[in-house]
């Protein structure tokens, strides 16, 4: 059997320089070699949060009906006469 390929939704991502200019909103200092260490550091603490935070959102989504509000309609088949 052929493998589906498998649809994607949502992806994030942040730059070494996200990295430099939040530092420098708190008042860090870091070198763009620094940046890089830094965010190398913490990519998988930022996958996990980034997960567990899509399926909050997807959770909520089924308990407040948001499925019911994007239903797709589908077209009926006939029915094969006789």
Do not use: C
């Not at 939704?9 to 763009?32: C, G, H, P, R, Y």
């Amino acid at each position: 059997m052929a493998r589906q390929a498998v649809a994607r939704f949502a992806s994030v991502w942040w730059t070494v320089e996200d990295i430099k200019e939040q530092a420098e909103n708190d008042n860090i200092k870091l070198t763009t070699a620094e940046a890089r260490r830094f965010l190398t550091a913490i990519e998988e603490n930022i996958e996990d949060a980034a997960v567990r935070a899509g399926w909050d959102v997807i959770t909520y989504a089924f308990a407040s009906g948001e499925h019911r509000k994007h239903k797709v309609i589908r077209s009926q088949r006939h029915k094969p006469t006789n």
